[in-house]
Structures are given as structure tokens and as C-alpha cells.
């Protein structure tokens, strides 16, 4: 079965940059997205990238997919206190998405 | 405008009771989602729904039951509450049920089950 794992814990101080790392394993996903939840919120979608894409930025956000190593990452600039939040990675496999179990990420000033 | 929306927000019920949660959709998308979200922070899908009819059911006691009256609503249906259903319920939709489709959630229903 399809399986999407990510670290848990991410602390980076304010202006730094932030890394969140998700691998999978379902070779046919050919959408990978990352989702933002901020406390007590919803999902909301931050972006995706089609599996025949390497890179893709928007703004401060950088995706990199490197499909052979089924690992994908997210890339944060100048991260600000108001991007703490649960980074959600998440794959499709047929109509539905399959989701990480989340990371955490915390901006200290 | 919210583009999906859920209510209510917070449920507190006894075990052994029946509640409902509501969802709606006004993106006129043709399919939408449940999902449980677990005490950590896990996401799973519960149920899919496309045009009203039932294309995904994930292994999922059958005392959950997703009614959809029309495209725009998909309501999530639980009777006889056990502690263990204490979770966060996000609904979500998407245009089509094809895997390159973005789905959008819902704010997200937090249930306690006492």
C-alpha cells in the first residue's frame, strides 16, 4: 500500500530557512502536494508539483521532487513566525490523497 | 466568500449517541471527501462521493454512514458514538475524482466523545 512518511520536528529561528522532507512510495503518484495547518484550522493547499517536474517555485516556497528517490521537499525562505504550522506532504493514489502524518514547524523570533 | 464550509465547528456528545455533521460546497465541484484526522495529527480518508454516489469507502465501521443530498453537500452520518471517534472530521472537494485533481478542505468539525 502507499505509504508517505515525514520527520516530525522542525524548530529554525526567524529569517532562516526551513526544510521539510517527505518520502513515499507509490511509484505512480504523478501529483505530490504540501498542505498548511495552523492550530485549531483546516487544510490549506500551499502548493504541488507534477511528478515530471524537478523543481517549483512560488514566492518563498521551493518544491523538489526527486522521483527515482521518491523524496520530496519543501523549502521555506525567510521563514516568518506566521509560518508555524503542520506541514502536510501528500500524494494521489487514484482519486484519493494519502497524506504524512505531519510536520511541525516552529518559528522562533 | 468560504469556499467549503462545515458545521459545527466543535461537537461534544455522550457515547452510545447519534450526530450528524454537516458539509457543503459551493465550488461546484463534482466529488467530495471525508477524512478523520486522529488525535496525532494522522489524516485518513474515510469516504469519496462523486455526483451524489459513493466511489470510495475505506475501511470504516458502518455505523459511519456519508448521506449526499446533492452534489454540493456531503453529510457524514454516525450513530452509536464510541470514544475512539474522537478526531477532527475535515470534509473536502474536488472538480473531478481523477488523481491530478486539487481537493480543498473544510475548516474541519473537532468531535469529543465523553
Known amino acids: 500500500g502507499e505509504d508517505v512518511e515525514q520527520s516530525l520536528f522542525l524548530s529554525v529561528r526567524e529569517g532562516d530557512s526551513s526544510v521539510i522532507n517527505c518520502t513515499y512510495t507509490?511509484?505512480?503518484?504523478?501529483?505530490l502536494y504540501w498542505y498548511k495547518q495552523e492550530p485549531g484550522a483546516g487544510l490549506q493547499l500551499l502548493t504541488y508539483?507534477?511528478?515530471?517536474?524537478d523543481m517549483k517555485q512560488d514566492q518563498r516556497l521551493t518544491v523538489l521532487l526527486n522521483k527515482k528517490d521518491k523524496h520530496l521537499s519543501l523549502r521555506i525562505a525567510d521563514t516568518q513566525t506566521g509560518d508555524s504550522a503542520i506541514y502536510f506532504c501528500?500524494?494521489?493514489?487514484?482519486?484519493?490523497?494519502?497524506f504524512g502524518k505531519g510536520t511541525m514547524l516552529l518559528v522562533s523570533p | 466568500d468560504t469556499a467549503v464550509s462545515q458545521t459545527p465547528k466543535y461537537l461534544v456528545t455522550q457515547m452510545g449517541n447519534d450526530k450528524s455533521i454537516k458539509c457543503e460546497q459551493n465550488?461546484?465541484?463534482?466529488?467530495m471527501y471525508w477524512y478523520k484526522q486522529d488525535s496525532k495529527k494522522f489524516l485518513k480518508i474515510m469516504f469519496s462521493?462523486?455526483?451524489?454516489?459513493?466511489?470510495i469507502n475505506e475501511t470504516v465501521p458502518n455505523r459511519f454512514s456519508p448521506k449526499s443530498p446533492d452534489k454540493a453537500h456531503l453529510n457524514l452520518h454516525i450513530n452509536s458514538l464510541e470514544l475512539g471517534d474522537s478526531a477532527v472530521y475535515f470534509c473536502?472537494?474536488?472538480?473531478?475524482?481523477?488523481?491530478?485533481?486539487?481537493?480543498?478542505f473544510g475548516p474541519g468539525t473537532r468531535l469529543t466523545v465523553l
Open positions: 473536502a472537494s474536488s472538480q473531478e475524482s481523477v488523481q491530478a485533481d486539487t481537493q480543498y
Open positions: 507509490d511509484s505512480s503518484s504523478t501529483y
Open positions: 508539483i507534477f511528478s515530471n517536474m
Open positions: 501528500a500524494e494521489t493514489g487514484y482519486s484519493t490523497l494519502t
Open positions: 465550488l461546484g465541484h463534482d466529488t
Open positions: 462521493y462523486n455526483n451524489k454516489e459513493l466511489i
